[in-house]
């Protein structure tokens, strides 16, 4: 467990001995059990916000709060207050500083208070704090199958697996996870922006070598004002200050001016390509597209980028760059015009061949994608393919659910908002990407925007919408989603705070150890209207030859349905299914506890998470029990 520098203590065996002078513990000896933070209010902010709550009256230091609750069975967590005096007596529960108070003191027993002295700003991330010691989800409330009796159970629903109608990309099968550029003055990130993570965390490793083989997307908002070290003077505080905009109504490339320039050291540049080597992702790194633009039309200055590209280059040399492809800017959209944006990936295109011709002769050249906006119409991504003259092998945007989160009467969401803008990207830049040989990939998205927003993006609520959208996305012809974020905002898959999985993580580990890059052509039948919104099917191959997979979401808040696996109702192209298996993974709405198979998912002790063991399916039908996920193994018939 960490310990954190912010409070004032000297740490000596033994229990707390008090000093009374203006009630700072700056002279406090005490155990090591204890986290005291001075200047901040812990209290509930009234007491009958939380019932555990005494309140002690006339307490003349926050030594003697602290000594009180020490000397009071249950007291985990204490404020004292140097206006009132009062001294707050609290119960177990997650450590909530509130907000500084000059004079107050605070403290929480790290044994049994969650997230006891967190400091989301300075802390380490991942810190590895303890989680909630009271399980939203236990086992007893599920039987061993995870089938359990429901308020209502819905019709029987046939399904039939048809035809093969096409792939993803056969280099992630879909899977992607972002780890963004923001520092830690941005809300709700903490130090978990990619230059600041612990990468060579012993426990985030494992985790997160689980989903090898992904894509990691690197930058995001801040790309467009980041400044990378590769030649003397580049992160000068002269060259910083260019990333700012220089008169109020000038040009100004980045459409965002949320950051100041920040600088990335190829000492920094190493290690994140340590990380993606030793977890076995693959980088897209998304390159600073402005520097040094002095209008929409005009060229910048690619010193930057060039010498990135040098650097990375003697990196794969020696078998140590994980850059699978550069991206280029960030949403820029008009701010750079399409035309100047495809002549600049031209550009880039020969450097990156000269670079590794010079540098790294022989090995893997990275590809080039962009353009990192919305969804774009059409005729400006045609434009741009057309000026890239093939430098350019896939189109990236961006896709957020906001609009879908106020749920259908029954639903955990609205499934008809979401089914729409699934299928939207693909109905407007299919056609174009597909008659440029590009591929079409969703590089940045999550349930809701703007760090995501926490008790839904960090919740099984937003894993629903996850497992259902890869299906969909795939079978409008997005070949990538790459998921916001591995770290740092509120719809982070892994906790900042305590380093294990949030609900998606499973659904993302989930989707890798089992679906393959082909999709199939999917029917439902038998399902009446309430049946149809709640349900969403997909079918694939999964990563062995012999067998394929469905994926079966259920947002039905308390209805079940079934699932027929009769020959007559699942029917494969060339063979017939002689048996299923299934994963099943479940939650509630708005929790972070998940189960897999009716058992609370595992981490081991080195932080690595437990192997899925798909379980036989013992009748002919599977059982979907609200807001649930359920992968279907389909064996066939090879004889």
């Given at each position: 467990?960490?310990?954190?520098?912010?409070?004032?203590?000297?740490?000596?065996?033994?229990?707390?001995?008090?000093?009374?002078?203006?009630?700072?513990?700056?002279?406090l000896?005490?155990?090591?059990?204890?986290?005291?933070?001075?200047?901040?209010?812990?209290?509930?902010?009234?007491?009958?916000?939380?019932?555990?709550?005494?309140?002690?009256?006339d307490?003349?230091?926050?030594?003697?709060?602290?000594?009180?609750?020490?000397?009071?069975?249950?007291?985990?967590?204490?404020?004292?207050?140097?206006?009132?005096?009062?001294?707050?007596?609290?119960?177990?529960?997650?450590?909530?500083?509130?907000?500084?108070?000059?004079?107050?003191?605070?403290?929480?027993?790290?044994?049994?208070?969650?997230?006891?002295?967190?400091?989301?700003?300075?802390?380490?991330?991942?810190?590895?704090?303890?989680?909630?010691?009271?399980?939203?989800?236990?086992?007893?409330?599920?039987s061993?199958?995870?089938?359990?009796?429901?308020?209502?159970?819905?019709?029987?629903?046939?399904?039939?697996?048809?035809?093969?109608?096409?792939?993803?990309?056969?280099?992630?099968?879909m899977?992607?996870?972002?780890?963004?550029?923001?520092?830690?003055?941005?809300?709700?990130?903490?130090?978990?922006?990619?230059l600041?993570s612990?990468?060579?965390?012993?426990?985030?490793?494992?985790?997160?070598?689980?989903?090898?083989?992904?894509?990691?997307r690197?930058?995001?908002?801040?790309?467009?004002?980041?400044?990378?070290?590769?030649?003397?003077?580049?992160?000068?505080?002269?060259?910083?200050?260019?990333?700012?905009?220089?008169?109020?109504?000038?040009?100004?490339?980045?459409?965002?001016?949320?950051?100041?320039g920040?600088?990335?050291?190829?000492?920094?540049?190493?290690?994140?390509?340590?990380?993606?080597?030793?977890?076995?992702?693959?980088?897209?790194?998304?390159?600073?597209a402005?520097?040094?633009?002095?209008?929409?039309?005009?060229?910048?200055?690619?010193s930057?980028?060039?010498?990135?590209?040098?650097?990375?280059?003697k990196?794969?040399?020696?078998?140590?760059?994980?850059?699978?492809?550069?991206?280029?800017?960030?949403?820029?959209?008009?701010?750079?015009?399409?035309?100047?944006?495809?002549?600049?990936m031209?550009?880039?295109?020969?450097?990156?061949?000269?670079?590794?011709?010079?540098?790294?002769?022989?090995?893997?050249?990275?590809?080039?994608?962009g353009?990192?906006?919305?969804?774009?119409?059409?005729?400006?991504?045609?434009?741009?393919?057309?000026?890239?003259?093939?430098?350019?092998?896939a189109i990236?945007?961006?896709?957020?659910?906001?609009?879908?989160?106020s749920?259908?009467?029954?639903?955990?969401?609205?499934?008809?908002?979401?089914?729409?803008?699934?299928?939207?990207?693909?109905?407007?830049?299919?056609?174009?990407?597909?008659?440029?040989?590009?591929?079409?990939?969703?590089?940045?998205?999550?349930?809701?925007?703007?760090?995501g927003?926490?008790?839904?993006?960090?919740?099984?609520?937003?894993?629903?919408?996850?497992?259902?959208?890869?299906?969909?996305?795939?079978?409008?012809?997005?070949?990538?989603?790459?998921?916001?974020?591995?770290?740092?905002?509120?719809?982070?898959?892994?906790?900042?705070?305590?380093?294990?999985?949030?609900?998606d993580?499973?659904?993302?580990?989930?989707?890798?150890?089992?679906?393959?890059?082909?999709?199939?052509?999917?029917?439902?039948?038998?399902c009446?209207?309430?049946?149809?919104?709640?349900?969403?099917?997909?079918?694939?191959?999964?990563?062995?030859?012999?067998?394929?997979?469905?994926?079966?979401?259920?947002?039905?808040m308390?209805?079940?349905?079934?699932?027929?696996?009769?020959?007559?109702?699942?029917?494969?192209?060339?063979?017939?299914?002689?048996?299923?298996?299934?994963?099943?993974?479940t939650g509630e709405?708005?929790?972070?506890?998940?189960?897999?198979?009716?058992?609370?998912?595992v981490?081991?002790?080195?932080?690595?998470?437990?192997?899925?063991?798909?379980?036989?399916v013992?009748?002919?039908?599977?059982?979907?029990?609200?807001?649930?996920?359920?992968?279907?193994?389909?064996?066939?018939n090879?004889?």
């Open positions: 467990m960490h310990r954190f520098d912010r409070p004032i203590w000297i740490i000596v065996a033994g229990v707390a001995a008090a000093s009374s002078e203006g009630g700072n513990l700056t002279n000896a005490w155990s090591s059990d204890w986290y005291i933070a001075n200047n901040t209010n812990a209290a509930p902010g009234s007491v009958s916000s939380r019932n555990t709550t005494t309140v002690i009256k307490v003349v230091s926050g030594a003697n709060c602290l000594a009180k609750c020490s000397n009071t069975a249950g007291c985990d967590l204490f404020a004292w207050s140097p206006n009132s005096h009062n001294c707050y007596l609290v119960g177990g529960h997650e450590w909530a500083p509130g907000w500084p108070n000059e004079g107050y003191i605070s403290g929480c027993k790290y044994a049994s208070v969650s997230l006891c002295g967190y400091n989301e700003s300075a802390a380490p991330c991942p810190s590895h704090l303890k989680p909630d010691s009271k399980p939203e989800l236990r086992e007893s409330k599920r061993e199958n995870a089938f359990i009796n429901h308020t209502r159970w819905g019709t029987t629903v046939t399904v039939t697996v048809g035809a093969v109608l096409g792939q993803t990309s056969g280099d992630f099968r899977l992607g996870v972002n780890f963004d550029f923001w520092p830690a003055s941005k809300s709700a990130w903490g130090t978990c922006g990619v600041t612990v990468l060579d965390d012993p426990k985030l490793l494992p985790l997160v070598s689980r989903l090898n083989g992904s894509m990691l690197i930058g995001g908002s801040p790309a467009d004002f980041m400044l990378y070290d590769v030649f003397p003077g580049a992160c000068s505080s002269i060259n910083l200050n260019k990333t700012q905009p220089s008169a109020p109504h000038g040009y100004f490339c980045p459409i965002w001016d949320q950051v100041q920040q600088c990335l050291t190829m000492l920094r540049w190493g290690e994140i390509n340590q990380f993606a080597v030793s977890t076995g992702l693959r980088i897209a790194f998304d390159l600073n402005c520097w040094g633009r002095a209008n929409a039309s005009a060229q910048m200055n690619m930057m980028i060039m010498g990135l590209f040098n650097e990375t280059a990196m794969a040399a020696e078998g140590k760059s994980g850059v699978y492809a550069f991206q280029f800017g960030n949403e820029l959209y008009y701010n750079v015009e399409t035309s100047r944006y495809g002549k600049d031209r550009t880039m295109g020969n450097a990156l061949a000269a670079a590794w011709q010079a540098y790294a002769p022989g090995k893997q050249v990275p590809t080039l994608i353009p990192d906006n919305g969804v774009s119409d059409a005729i400006s991504v045609d434009a741009m393919l057309n000026a890239s003259e093939g430098a350019m092998t990236t945007f961006h896709a957020y659910w906001n609009d879908c989160v749920p259908l009467p029954g639903l955990a969401l609205n499934t008809s908002c979401i089914d729409g803008l699934a299928e939207h990207a693909g109905a407007t830049l299919g056609n174009v990407t597909q008659a440029h040989n590009a591929d079409l990939w969703l590089s940045e998205g999550a349930l809701h925007a703007n760090s927003v926490a008790g839904l993006t960090d919740t099984w609520t937003s894993s629903l919408w996850y497992a259902s959208v890869l299906g969909q996305l795939a079978k409008s012809g997005v070949g990538l989603f790459s998921r916001q974020t591995l770290l740092g905002g509120n719809y982070e898959i892994i906790d900042k705070a305590t380093g294990l999985p949030n609900p993580f499973w659904v993302a580990l989930l989707w890798h150890d089992f679906v393959g890059s082909r999709y199939f052509e999917v029917s439902v039948s038998d009446e209207e309430f049946c149809a919104s709640a349900l969403r099917i997909s079918a694939h191959d999964s990563i062995t030859s012999t067998s394929k997979v469905m994926i079966a979401v259920n947002f039905a308390n209805t079940s349905f079934d699932l027929t696996l009769a020959d007559s109702d699942i029917k494969c192209p060339t063979s017939e299914i002689v048996e299923a298996s299934i994963v099943q993974l709405v708005g929790k972070r506890s998940v189960l897999v198979n009716g058992k609370e998912g981490i081991g002790t080195d932080g690595s998470p437990q192997r899925f063991t798909p379980m036989k013992s009748s002919a039908t599977v059982s979907l029990p609200p807001t649930s996920v359920t992968l279907i193994l389909l064996e066939a090879t004889e």
